[in-house]
C-alpha cells in the first residue's frame, strides 16, 4: 500500500508541475479564409515556432472556404479568431441582429481586388475597359467591387460587357483571347502566367491605385471570446505579428511551413504567391511609415462610405464598430525593422 500511495503521490506531483504549462494553455480555434498557399505563412510560422504557444496559447489553424462562410462561424463561435475580408465583415455588421464580431489587426493594408489583362489589350486604366469584355466569375469578391471602381473612374458601365465566367477557367479565358480582362485577386497573376502568358506580358490594374479606399482581411475575433479572454487575443496578435515580420525576413524559411502542412503544395508557386502579396498588400509603404497591423479611423470611415455605391445599406456600421486597437502592441512593436 505504501509503495502505491508513493506511485500515485509522484504522479499527482508530476501533474502539477511538468504540465502545469500546457494545463493552463487558452485554447483558440483559428479558421483562415482560404486554403494554405504561401500568403497563410505567416500564421503558420507563428504556429511552427512556438509563438502562440509563448503567449499561454494552445492554437488549431483551419483553411477555410472564403469570408462569408468564415465570419459566420466566428460569429456562431465554432470558431475563436479568424482572417477573413474586412469588406465583408462591414456587409455582415449591417444586419440589426449580427453578432458583434470585430477585427482587431488588419494584416492586408492593402486590399488584393484587381483587373488582371494583358499587355496587347491596352488597358491600363479602368476607362480603357469601355468597349471591352470583362470576364468576373458571379461570387467574385473582387467582382464585387467593381461598380465603386467603375464610378471613382468615371467608367460608362453599359460601354463593358460582363461575361459571367467559372473560377478555374478565368485565367485561361483571359490568356486565349476570349475576354480581355477580369476581376481576381493580385495573386492570381500566378494563375495568368501557369496559362502561358510570359511575365512581361501579363497586365494588371490593382483597384486600390485607382480610388479603392479599402482594406482587405483582417483578424476578427468572436464577441464573447473577445470578452471572456482579452489577455488571449492580445498574445494571438502579438504571436501574428511575430509570424508575418518573419516571413518578411525569410520568405523561403516561412514557405516551409506551407509544405509542412500543405505536401501538394509547390514550393517555386508559393514562395512566388507569398513575395506578391507581401509586396502588394501586406508590407505598404503606408505599414512601412505608420507599423503593422492598424488602421485609419478616417480611411476605414471613407472605405464603408465607397462599399455603399455598391452595397445597398441598411444600418451602415461605424468604423468602431467593425474594428479595434486596444489589443494591438504599441506602435514601436508593429514597425517593420
Not at 163 to 173: C, I, K, M, S, T
Not at 225 to 244: L, S
Amino acid at each position: 500500500m505504501r509503495g502505491s500511495f508513493r506511485v500515485v503521490l509522484a504522479a499527482v506531483l508530476v501533474a502539477f508541475t511538468l504540465p502545469a504549462t500546457a494545463q493552463n494553455l487558452t485554447k483558440v480555434r483559428f479558421i483562415h479564409e482560404w486554403r494554405f498557399e504561401g500568403h497563410v505563412a505567416p500564421f503558420l510560422v507563428a504556429l511552427d515556432k512556438g509563438y502562440y504557444k509563448e503567449e499561454g496559447l494552445d492554437v488549431t489553424i483551419d483553411p477555410g472556404t472564403g469570408s462569408v462562410d468564415g465570419i459566420n462561424r466566428i460569429a456562431a463561435g465554432t470558431y475563436d479568431i479568424g482572417q477573413m475580408d474586412l469588406n465583408a465583415l462591414i456587409k455582415y455588421r449591417d444586419a440589426k441582429e449580427a453578432t458583434q464580431v470585430k477585427a482587431v489587426l488588419i494584416t492586408y493594408n492593402s486590399p488584393p481586388f484587381a483587373i488582371l489583362t494583358l499587355k496587347k489589350n491596352n488597358i491600363a486604366s479602368p476607362k480603357d475597359l469601355e468597349g471591352k469584355i470583362l470576364g468576373a466569375p458571379a461570387a467574385d469578391a473582387a467582382y464585387a467591387h467593381w461598380p465603386i471602381l467603375a464610378e471613382l473612374n468615371n467608367v460608362d458601365s453599359s460601354k463593358v460587357k460582363i461575361e459571367n465566367v467559372g473560377f478555374p477557367v478565368r485565367e485561361a479565358l483571359l490568356a486565349q483571347g476570349q475576354v480581355d480582362a477580369v476581376t481576381a485577386f493580385s495573386s492570381n497573376l500566378l494563375g495568368v502566367k501557369a496559362a502561358g502568358v510570359p511575365e512581361e506580358e501579363a497586365g494588371m490594374l490593382l483597384m486600390r491605385d485607382f480610388g479603392l479606399d479599402l482594406y482587405g482581411s483582417a483578424l476578427m475575433v468572436n464577441p464573447t471570446f473577445m470578452q471572456n479572454n482579452p489577455e488571449a487575443v492580445k498574445g494571438f496578435v502579438r504571436a501574428t505579428i511575430r509570424g508575418f515580420f518573419d516571413a518578411f525576413a525569410d520568405p523561403e524559411g516561412a514557405i516551409e511551413s506551407i509544405l509542412k502542412h500543405n505536401p501538394v503544395a509547390k514550393t517555386d508557386i508559393e514562395l512566388e504567391r507569398l513575395k506578391l502579396v507581401t509586396k502588394l498588400s501586406f508590407l505598404t509603404d503606408d505599414v512601412r511609415q505608420n507599423g503593422f497591423g492598424d488602421a485609419d479611423v478616417e480611411r476605414l470611415s471613407r472605405s464603408i462610405d465607397q462599399l455603399g455605391i455598391a452595397f445597398d445599406f441598411k444600418n451602415k456600421p461605424a468604423a468602431t464598430d467593425v474594428f479595434t486597437s486596444e489589443f494591438l502592441p504599441p506602435k514601436e512593436e508593429r514597425m517593420v525593422k
